[in-house]
């Protein structure tokens, strides 16, 4: 079928099939096609190699499920009335996570210029609400490292909370400081899924320097056992099979070069759009280029700009809008405290566009993106 669109939003790139039956084979001569086996071992360890800084690694199925261990293991089972500090300018698997394990989200507000969670609108919070509030959820939006994680961490330290980072979207993105995502907060989870920028299908990671918050987290994702095959605790299954793990192994080799083809789209997207008054998010360059989303100064122009993409047969996205807090399950269950005050999230998800970034992006692909969004002018 041919694709509806000439540009797709997503384009991911994959291993040759015969490198992946070239695993499929050996896999099935080793008879071990998942618990944690040979494939599984090797990829944990070459994601702990790739992110350096000491880390410890372990896989999960998918990046929910890393996300809804860190936050178990790392803020313990939620209670009523608890609530994890996190912005409703995330995806919905944020706030999806922490309501799995018994906490509430209470929604910060993010920050204009960055659009990533704000430490100003968290201490507004923590001065209200501290006894309620169990720690802080923290994504990297967009997979861009926040220019705010000093801050967050000087907040945390202060009010005595934990932090578990989302970086989702950020496997091979940067801090401003120049080190990898992967190793602040307690814990850095990170999503493999076919929209991110290095995928396995389905997948995810947690990275963190606490090596026996890793073992926690391997024995929750495997039904809580203990060496003896008995159950010590509640658990559930978020392994990672050896299927993926083979072909993570195989993404791995050719990452960085599959990043440098983002790259130049980003700068190219960058380079046209600046002097057209868009604003982009800061850091946004040393990411591994999620996407290319830019900052309208209208909701109307944004409007105008997804139109012509339309037209033009480019997929483009507006992430995220609606926020968190506008979507119906929140809207019925959410105590209006919880979400009442967000103007910066509700301003910037207004303006928001997302533009399509592939790894080996045609000359051709680019130019039809930017011409389609400069004939809004
Ligand atoms: C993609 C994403 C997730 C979910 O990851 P899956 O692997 O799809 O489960 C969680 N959080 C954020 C911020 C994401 O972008």
Known sequence: MLDEYLVPFIRPSFPPAGQIVHDLKE??????FSNYGP????FSLALADFLGQGLHVTTSANGTLALLSAIQCVFGEGAHGKYLLTPSFTFIAVPQAAIWNGYRPWFVDIDLISWQASPSSARRILKSGRGAIAGILLPNVLGVGSPHIREWELLAAEWELPIVIDSA?????FYEDGSLLGGRGSCEIFSFHATKPFTIAEGGAIASNNPNLVKEVRQLQNFGFDEMRLCERLGFNGKLAEIPAAIGLRQLQGFKDRLAGRRKVFESYAKAFASLGFRFQPNAEASSHFCFTMCCETAELKSAVLFNLERARVQARDYYNPPLHHHPYFVAN???EQISCLPATDDISSRIVSLPIHDHMPAHDIELVIEAVSEVF
């Open 27 to 32: 896999i099935e001569a080793s008879n071990r």
């Open 39 to 42: 494939k599984e071992l090797q």
């Open 169 to 173: 979207a950020g496997f091979g993105s």
């Open 334 to 336: 959410a105590d209006q």
